[in-house]
């Protein structure tokens, strides 16, 4: 099926969903806010339909929507318990959020992602969950890195990879936690509902599951390590998550023992990410892909210093 067709049909699913929902819906133009491989979602008014990886298993993803009907005030509920088959993929359909607003960068909200993440790993699971999906979705960022072909920058990455332990690159099972983790954690799984200003909840439930909790402090501690998130914007996020009682790091003290591993694990992952995208638009790696590769290289020349 054509990428057109498919996105015709999900738009007329997420019409669908949104007319069921009120009379009163303006029915204006339909958005396309995701076209990937991984996710394609649309938008109709206060609707939105996710269709999900073509691999994405069944059972998981129903117990991980049933997380979310269950934690409406962590994570943004959804308007179905049961996914939807479209075309060998699975859909579903949730309320729209107002995003993260990414051209003020001032207005990013720090405080509110640590104390929802907090919360969240300190709930227990309402039902059986699967592992998070965190190290897996880094291992395949390498594993499409190595038949991306060939550039300058493949080797310092994949020399980093290998200084990782067997469970940070899903070699083996994560051990020692049954910690419920969001699993992909950074600004965009934020939004306001209700509209357009409600309070904030962790959207996106893919890789929602049972796992290590440092690995949702990975992204932002990575970008800090590497000089790309700010120390004061890494300090707000950080302080409150502590004072938000998160037990992923110790209530005092140097957490980067702690998170030293998944830190890496997430700077290899979007560095392998940077390099693919680059080989695939024949272009050069931006100095924000650069950075994350120069720490790869640091990485694997001193493995316990990231920087």
């Known amino acids: ?75 943004l509920p959804p308007l179905s318990p049961t996914p939807v088959a479209l075309h060998g993929r699975l859909v579903t359909f949730w309320p729209y959020g107002t995003p993260v607003d990414p051209e003020n960068p001032n207005s990013a909200p720090w405080e509110d992602a640590a104390a929802l993440l907090a919360r969240l790993h300190r709930t227990p699971p309402p039902t059986p969950l699967p592992p998070m999906r965190g190290p897996a979705k880094a291992a395949l960022a390498v594993a499409r890195l190595r038949v991306a072909g060939p550039h300058s920058a493949t080797s310092p990455v994949l020399r980093a990879w290998s200084t990782l332990p067997a469970w940070a690159r899903a070699e083996s099972p994560m051990t020692g936690t049954a910690t419920l983790c969001h699993g992909d954690l950074h600004l965009g799984q934020l939004v306001r509902h209700p509209v357009p200003d409600g309070p904030w909840l962790l959207i996106d439930v893919d890789d929602l599951g049972l796992g290590v909790p440092a690995w949702d402090l990975a992204r932002p501690a990575a970008w800090f390590a590497c000089g790309l998130l700010a120390p004061d914007d890494w300090t707000r996020f950080f302080t409150a998550y502590r004072a938000a009682g998160g037990p992923a790091v110790p209530a005092d003290g140097d957490p980067w023992p702690v998170l030293d591993v998944p830190a890496r694990a997430l700077t290899v992952q979007t560095a392998a990410r940077s390099i693919t995208k680059a ?24 493995p316990r210093d990231l920087v």
């Open 279 to 302: 080989i695939a638009a024949d272009r050069a790696l931006d100095d924000v892909e650069q950075a994350l590769v120069d720490a790869c290289a640091r990485m694997g020349s001193a």
């Open 1 to 75: 099926m054509t990428t057109s067709r498919f996105l015709t049909e999900l738009t007329i699913r997420a019409k669908a969903k949104a007319h069921a929902a009120t009379s009163a819906c303006p029915c204006g133009a339909t958005r396309t806010l995701a076209d990937r491989p991984d996710a394609t979602v649309v938008r109709h008014d206060h609707t939105v339909a996710k269709a999900h990886a073509p691999d994405t298993a069944a059972p998981d993803l129903a117990s991980r929507l049933t997380t979310a009907a269950h934690l409406p005030g962590i994570l």
